[in-house]
């Protein structure tokens, strides 16, 4: 009864605050309306070191090929189309944006319930401000996001631990909140970058679908993998501590990069979520002894007379505060581990064009008995512009296998096989259908293998 009541007044204090992020969003937008245009008429935009392991995102109309969990690991989405429309492009240093997400999903068998369909929508619209240009404090952004999800319990209807579908995560599954509000400060010639307030670590810390650094537009790997499923943009293994989609939180990030090929991170984050609270419908951050703490670094190169792109990744994080698990087991904090590497193995046209393949691996640990998966391994394969008559799309396939712990009436593993193929229609529109196959639900013991099929609409604007 009391964790109930608990919910209820959680549930409030959500739709108050929720009303706040809208209020706060909306306030971004007016201020740039207001702002005056700067004097000087170069709108050149700040760069990174060519080569840089930095995390970055780019706005642009020729985009070939995007995340599959783009509300997870991508900071700023679209392509500015929202601005242009509105003008908001004739101010230098403003960008206005977003994406629509949109998918269907058919359990063909298996599951737990199988043969239902289910139907999600998630809006993104996001608007950075760059400080630099607008008035004049150099290497500087502001960034606001706001988040409005409608969607169903596709993976709970299918018993999927690990999520074959990204846009499917916890409850309330009808939802819009302030998803992202933060200041961006470049240092040191871009040598160290910070970010500080509400916002993803998805995006910054062991995100494998990262595109590959490289100077070079033949060399170029636009989004490492479009798999669908949640596994391969947020580790298992932390489900249970790290914010992400569709709830982020307060924290601050510092990444230093003395030279273009090396980088190492640290992120001091709002732990709460491994408390039970759904951070992402809270404008206000939480200071309650759940802090959860990251740090990886990492190193890219190019192999060979080709110049083959590849990175390397590996991090650990600590969750403090007492975690609670099933039938009173209980641990003071968590710890972890991961890896990720990606590389470009094969050319179609060296020199001319991105068209290849490159392949990814993915592997984390954790300690902790209050964590329902323990290990994670994953890996896949992404094919670029091999199509002759369709040189921007992509396909993939990829495996997720989840270790999971047996307290919280899991089965002991879950295995997951899924392929794609992503069309870019037109600049801006992708589609992508995709095929999930699971022998051993992770949810239950008892649950049969399932096949899900999935068609999602992609757009950027």
């Not at 739709?15 to 909306?26: D, E, P, Q, T």
Request: charged share 15%; aromatic share 12%.
């Amino acid at each position: 009864m009391q964790r109930l009541g608990w919910e209820f007044r959680s549930g409030r204090r959500s739709l108050r605050f929720r009303r706040g992020g809208a209020v706060a969003f909306l306030a971004v937008i007016f201020l740039v309306m207001m702002a005056p245009r700067p004097a000087r008429s170069d709108d050149t935009p700040t760069t990174q070191p060519k080569g840089s392991a930095i995390p970055t995102t780019a706005a642009s109309d020729e985009v070939q090929a995007i995340s599959g969990s783009i509300g997870e690991v991508n900071a700023v989405t679209g392509n500015g189309l929202l601005g242009r429309i509105l003008g908001l492009n004739k101010i230098p240093g403003v960008y206005l944006g977003g994406a629509w997400i949109a998918d269907s999903n058919y359990l063909a068998t298996g599951g737990v319930k199988p043969h239902l369909w289910s139907f999600n929508s998630l809006i993104l619209v996001n608007m950075t401000l760059d400080s630099d240009k607008l008035v004049g404090i150099p290497g500087g952004s502001l960034g606001a996001q706001m988040l409005q999800f409608t969607g169903q319990q596709t993976n709970r209807e299918a018993g999927s631990f690990q999520g074959f579908n990204s846009l499917v995560s916890n409850p309330p599954l009808d939802r819009i909140e302030l998803y992202q509000l933060w200041w961006r400060q470049e240092l040191f010639d871009n040598k160290l970058v910070i970010r500080i307030g509400k916002q993803l670590p998805p995006a910054g810390f062991n995100n494998v679908s990262r595109p590959v650094p490289t100077a070079e537009y033949s060399s170029q790997i636009t989004a490492v993998t479009g798999l669908i499923s949640g596994a391969f943009a947020k580790s298992p293994t932390m489900f249970g501590v790290e914010p992400g989609f569709y709830d982020s939180a307060y924290g601050i990030t510092a990444t230093f990069a003395p030279v273009r090929q090396f980088y190492i991170s640290y992120g001091l984050f709002d732990g709460s979520i491994g408390k039970g609270i759904r951070t992402g419908l809270d404008v206000e951050p939480h200071f309650n002894g759940h802090y959860l703490s990251i740090g990886e670094a990492g190193y890219a190169w190019v192999l060979g007379a080709e110049q083959k792109p590849g990175t390397i990744g590996t991090g650990g994080w600590v969750e403090t505060g007492r975690q609670y698990g099933p039938a009173g087991i209980s641990d003071e904090g968590a710890q972890g581990f991961y890896m990720f590497a990606s590389q470009r193995l094969w050319f179609q046209h060296p020199g001319l064009d991105p068209s290849g393949i490159s392949g990814f691996l993915q592997f984390a640990l954790n300690t902790s008995k209050t964590q329902p998966a323990n290990q994670y391994f994953g890996g896949g394969l992404t094919a670029f512009g091999l199509v002759r008559t369709r040189p921007d799309d992509s396909m993939g396939a990829g495996i997720a296998w989840s270790w999971l712990n047996r307290r919280f009436g899991l089965r002991s593993n879950e295995f997951m096989a899924q392929i794609y193929y992503q069309a870019r229609i037109v600049n801006g529109v992708f589609f992508e259908p995709a095929v999930t196959y699971t022998p051993n639900p992770g949810k239950s013991p008892g649950i049969p293998g399932f096949v899900a099929l999935t068609a999602r609409v992609t757009l950027l604007f």
